[in-house]
Nanobody, 121 residues
Framework: QVQLVESGGGLVQAGGSLRLSCAASGSIVSINSMGWYHQAPGKQREFVASITNYGTTKYVDSGKGRFTISRDNAKNTVILEMSNLKPEDTGVYYC???????????????WGQGTQVTVSS
């Protein structure tokens, strides 16, 4: 019964910025990490960024220097700040969380419904 809800997507011109947000809710015991994945039309879903409960971050090479991931542990929310956006950034951005759910013995990856980002030239 865990739910991840993304928001903040939209249409932006190349060079612009967007702030994506993802809030996790439900019977959550603890969250190990949260992250973002990007899926361009006709392409595979690819890793963008992640952050652990300790604050360790990772980024895809193309996002380094442009994207910043952060997390509000108290709110079970992860933020992706994107700047200097490029047309190739266009696609659906999915939120991911590795977490322990009440009643489960292991942690599992959960996915949000995605939010559309369109970058025009």
């Amino acid at each position: 019964q865990v739910q991840l809800v993304e928001s903040g997507g939209g249409l932006v011109q190349a060079g612009g910025s967007l702030r994506l947000s993802c809030a996790a809710s439900g019977s959550i015991v603890s969250i190990n990490s949260m992250g973002w994945y990007h899926q361009a039309p006709g392409k595979q879903r690819e890793f963008v960024a992640s952050i652990t409960n300790y604050g360790t971050t990772k980024y895809v090479d193309s996002g380094k220097g442009r994207f910043t991931i952060s997390r509000d542990n108290a709110k079970n929310t992860v933020i992706l700040e994107m700047s200097n956006l490029k047309p190739e950034d266009t696609g659906v951005y999915y939120c991911n969380a590795d977490l322990f759910e009440s009643g489960k013995h292991y942690s599992y990856n959960h996915w949000g419904q995605g939010t559309q980002v369109t970058v025009s030239s």
